[in-house]
């Protein structure tokens, strides 16, 4: 069964640093397709950040490009997104998630439980 | 980036209604549109993935159709768990983009 479970949110000031991790069980990260979605409070879902199933291939909103880093730790299974010069207007539940069957036209299949990250000051 | 709409914002439905949603694309996405629904306080639950295939798991009162810039998504009757917020999700290109939502409540 796949599991996906996000950690590392909180309260950050502005033009702070955060570091989201989402530890992945169930499959193996190397081999599959990863993405980070976020929901600012009361609003719509905003896709953020990708990965490709190489490691190499990174994708990102214009909203966070510059600011924010994908990346993964194979020997831990874990799936990061660094987030710095935070602002206000990210504030939001962030949710890692795994591309459908490794096919990034298919979607997003399964979904972490989420984390919150507050920037105020 | 592709722009995604959705109409309505919100329709309030009873217990049995059919439900129509539609998610129109700012330029052509060929069948790459997923389909999402979200109860508060949880993670989305994907639907529908290329246009109209049902993900493992869904309830067949849920299909989807269209292609290029028009889709729709249907709830042939609907039922008392399936009052949520629905979302389309363009797959053809990135930045890949959500439409803003639409919230299916109590008639």
């Known amino acids: 069964e796949v599991n996906l479970l996000e950690s590392g949110g909180g309260l950050v000031q502005p033009g702070g640093s955060l570091r989201l991790s989402c530890a992945a069980s169930?499959?193996?990260?190397?081999?599959?397709?990863m993405s980070w979605v976020r929901q600012a409070p009361g609003k719509g879902l905003e896709w953020v950040s990708a990965l490709g199933p190489s490691g190499d291939d990174t994708y990102y909103a214009g909203s966070v490009r510059g600011r924010f880093t994908i990346s993964r730790d194979i020997s831990k299974n874990t799936l990061y997104l660094q987030m710095n010069s935070l602002r206000a207007g990210d504030t939001a539940v962030y949710y890692c998630?795994?591309?459908?069957?490794?096919?990034?036209?298919?979607?997003?299949?399964?979904w972490g439980q989420g984390t919150l990250v507050t920037v105020s000051s | 980036d592709i722009q995604m709409t959705q109409s309505p914002s919100s329709v309030s439905a009873s217990v049995g209604d059919r439900v129509t949603i539609t998610c129109r694309a700012s330029?052509?996405?060929?069948?790459?549109l997923a389909w999402y629904q979200q109860k508060p306080g949880k993670a989305p639950k994907l639907l529908i993935f290329?246009?109209?295939s049902l993900e493992s798991g869904v309830p067949s009162r849920f299909s989807g159709s269209g292609s290029g810039t028009d889709f729709t998504l249907t709830i042939s009757s609907l039922q008392p768990e399936d009052f949520a917020t629905y979302y389309c999700q363009q797959a053809d290109s990135f930045p890949f983009t959500f439409g803003p939502g639409t919230k299916v409540d109590v008639k």
């Open positions: 330029q052509g996405i060929s069948r790459y």
């Open positions: 290329a246009a109209s």
């Open positions: 998630a795994q591309v459908c069957r490794n096919n990034w036209n298919y979607g997003l299949c399964n």
């Open positions: 169930g499959f193996t990260l190397s081999s599959y397709a």
